[in-house]
């Protein structure tokens, strides 16, 4: 407790609180978000970090504060000082285990940035609460306990992070108060670290030697570390690129959720932009159908905006009246999606039950909801080693690669591309369970890859799209996101 | 193009495309309202998801005749704004043994919310119900998805919750299952007050300091909001500046002595603040420190 600093300089804003209430909503108004996931083992010292960045940015209050103190002295497994982990154990089920069973999630901020962290578990049967937290994830946190170095559940985090998409990602070397702050030691995981990194094709990750519990490197440089020259902690997730600023940059995409009619003078198209910008005057292309309009308004309860980007929730209107409905693509006129009913996905499953092959399952996919079934597994991947394994099927936890079929055609991009038109989840038919998470990789069929004629059309009836000519089956288009090394 | 959407745009974007998904793939959609500064910002962002419409759905308030008379004057004037329908369920049980916070302790709120709640979605048929809880708030909800099941019998368990990925809500359920919907799980009280204050939304007057009657007890501060709170012998009201931070039912919601009078002197006073929200309840401290678990479980929201 006593090392604790709180005249940091990432959190010096109780002064203008105090002095200037409108000068800092001014400066809470203008934050930007990143939301990350905390992956380790049990004893890595997850929750123990997680609890430290509530403490530091002082999410924790006083009456919280004396609770946690009375229930380490209780329960805590820090003897008499503040056992942090106690902060994010939620349930009462997991509070009596000692251990963290489901994802939850917990908000910090600091002058620059609101926080949103997905605390996951590092048991091995809980796979799926990994992915399930990483899917909304800009960054992940990888926690390595530096006496033990990078060991099977690093691997294992390491790829799940990796399969879900988050390119940004931080290898926390934890607990070096252990190993009396030694370079030599962190050097030597981050070499091992390295290796295996580069084997699955990770890019590029930020190394850091920290101590949640010391707090050494998290919100300012610790001196106990001179030989270390990198962000803290903090400072990293203050300043990396959060992953909407990357989604602008792409073709404009809105799944539409619901058409909003209050009268027969106005017919609106809700949802929320997936990709790029659009405004008024600009070409769109209604996916699947590949009708063509362009957009008359972007209208708001605050007034019509100039445009929208991605990941704005708006309303569009447009110039002539073309059949959209839910479930419908509004895209870039000239740059739109593929249109395909089989592809090669990457499963992740996550029920009880195993997959079924030939189970007729639901698939819901940004607003599109089909019936799609799965053809047996090419192969499942080893978490732990990568290796690719023959298998009929896929258990609870298993994450493997199979052929889809869906019986209607349903606008999508690769996930790589694409989260929000390449991510989908199965659902039971019979249970409504939601039994997988998915990622398509590529369209085995460009049957319905068309070219588009020009269709600008007002009538109500009869489709006037014209399919281009089909092309040989299993061509690639691209690359999956999923893939192993080979 | 550097544009780079703040936090509290990103916040209202989900919370948007939620209630968008919910009116699209439920039959009989409500909204829980509960008057309360959460309420005002959920509500606030309803009327944005469905421009120029008003909300498809009706707003409900499961009453439990204690709230605080300012809370039922806000009640009726924004739902006269917004254009909604406005139901009001009184648990008839509790109406008629006449259960109140004073004399029945813990069933006071077990009957007219718990049971109050559970009984006006039986009557209405709704299969999905719109609440305004935060992430933030409390342990148990910290582990809540923002698509919260519930069997026929309303309850809910935490070690069966649906995956939720990416922004994908899976709203398939057998006939008789509900859900009950988060849309601000993840914004915090801070963002909520922000937001208000961006957005110029209506709030209860009593959230801003005044000079109002009190009696103290057990350590909580009690506005004697009518004259059917019983005072003991020698109680006096006296007056004090006070606001509160968060409104239930007066006789159970404890106040702050404040001066802060305006919008961001409030934000102010919470952020230099160092109890809990949740604190002036008294429901996080019944069962001990799983209080709300519990509650949750027999289905309260």
């Known amino acids: ?486 | 193009m550097a544009k780079t959407l703040t936090h509290l745009e990103r916040l209202e974007a989900e919370s948007i495309h939620i209630m968008r998904e919910v009116v699209a793939e439920t039959e009989r959609p409500v909204m829980l309202y509960s008057v309360g500064k959460d309420s005002a910002v959920m509500l606030h962002l309803a009327r944005k998801a469905f421009y120029p419409s008003p909300p498809p759905f009706p707003l409900l308030h499961v009453d439990t005749t204690w709230k605080f008379r300012e809370m039922y004057k806000l009640r009726d004037r924004m739902a006269k704004e917004s254009g909604m329908e406005l139901l009001v369920y009184h648990n008839p049980e509790a109406q008629e043994r006449g259960i109140n916070p004073f004399d029945h302790g813990p069933l006071h709120t077990d009957m007219w919310k718990t049971e109050g709640l559970k009984q006006a979605l039986d009557k209405w048929g709704f299969d999905a119900a719109f609440g305004g809880a935060r992430r933030d708030e409390e342990k148990s909800r910290a582990k809540e998805r923002i698509f919260s099941f519930r069997t026929a019998s309303h309850g809910w368990d935490p070690k069966n919750q649906r995956p939720e990925l990416w922004n994908l809500y899976n709203a398939r359920k057998a006939k008789g299952e509900s859900i009950r919907v988060f849309p601000i799980s993840n914004w915090t009280e801070l963002d909520v007050w922000q937001y208000i204050h961006l957005n110029d939304i209506p709030i209860v007057p009593l959230y801003f300091a005044a000079k109002r009657p009190t009696v103290e007890r057990d350590g909580m501060l009690l506005m004697v909001d009518d004259d059917r709170f019983p005072l003991k012998p020698g109680e006096v009201p006296v007056e004090r500046s006070i606001r509160f931070r968060t409104l239930g039912c007066y006789p159970l919601t404890g106040a702050v002595e404040s001066e802060a009078k305006t919008l961001p002197e409030v934000i102010q006073e919470t952020l230099l603040t160092t109890t809990s929200e949740r604190q002036g309840r008294a429901i996080d401290k019944d069962a001990g420190g799983a209080g709300m678990e519990v509650k949750k479980q027999q289905g309260y929201f």
């Open chain 1, 1 to 486: 407790m006593a090392d604790i600093d709180t005249k940091d300089p990432v959190y010096v804003t109780d002064a203008l609180i105090a002095q200037d209430i409108d000068a800092y909503l001014d400066q809470h108004q203008h934050k930007t978000m990143l939301r990350f996931i905390t992956c380790g083992s049990v004893d890595d010292g997850k929750s123990t970090l997680i609890g430290r960045l509530l403490y530091d940015s002082k999410m924790i209050f006083e009456d919280q504060l004396a609770a946690l103190e009375a229930d380490s002295k209780r329960v805590g497994t820090q003897g008499q000082e503040i056992d942090f982990a106690l902060l994010v154990d939620g349930l009462a089920a997991e509070r009596e285990q000692g251990i963290t069973i489901d994802v939850a999630y917990r908000f910090f901020s600091t002058e620059k940035r609101k926080f949103i962290v997905a605390d996951t578990p590092g048991h091995e049967q809980y796979t799926r609460n990994m992915v399930t937290g990483a899917s909304t994830a800009d960054l992940a946190v990888i926690l390595i306990d530096a006496r033990k170095g990078v060991l099977t559940q690093t691997r294992r985090h390491s790829y799940l992070a990796h399969l879900i998409g988050i390119r940004n990602i931080v290898l926390a070397v934890n607990k070096m108060d252990l190993v009396d702050y030694s370079q030599t030691r962190f050097d030597e995981i981050v070499a091992d670290y390295t290796a295996f990194a580069q084997s699955i094709g990770i890019a590029g990750f930020v190394p850091m030697p920290i101590s949640g519990f010391k707090g050494d490197n998290i919100t300012g440089r610790s001196a106990n570390t001179p030989w270390y020259t990198g962000p803290s902690l903090i400072e990293h997730l203050e300043t990396v690129e959060v992953a909407t600023a990357v989604d602008l940059a792409k073709p404009f995409r809105l799944p539409v959720q619901w058409v909003n009619r209050p009268n027969l003078d106005f017919r609106g198209f809700a949802g929320l932009v997936a990709t790029g910008a659009i405004k008024p005057g600009d070409a769109i292309r209604v996916l699947p159908s590949g009708k063509t309009s362009t957009v008359k308004s972007v209208v708001t309860l605050g007034g019509d905006l100039p445009e929208a980007i991605a990941g704005q929730s708006v309303t569009l209107t447009f110039a002539d009246e073309i059949d959209c409905s839910r479930g419908d693509v509004i895209a870039a006129a000239d740059a739109p999606p593929e249109v395909s009913d089989q592809f090669e996905a990457t499963l992740v499953w996550m029920a009880d039950e195993a997959m079924h092959v030939g189970r007729s399952y639901w698939l819901k996919l940004a607003s599109q909801t089909v019936s799609v079934t799965v053809h047996q597994p090419k192969y499942a991947v080893n978490v732990n080693t990568m290796e690719h394994v023959a298998v009929k099927t896929l258990e609870l936890n298993a994450i493997g690669v199979a052929q889809i079929a869906t019986d209607r055609p349903i606008v999508f991009e690769p996930y790589a591309d694409n989260r929000t038109l390449g991510g989908f989840i199965l659902i039971d038919k019979i249970t409504n369970a939601t039994v997988a998470a998915g990622m398509l990789h590529f369209s085995l069929r460009r049957a319905q890859n068309v070219h588009w004629q020009a269709t600008a059309t007002t009538s109500a009836t009869g489709s006037t799209r014209t399919w281009g000519s089909p092309r040989p089956t299993g061509s690639r288009t691209s690359a999956g996101s999923a893939r192993s090394p080979s």
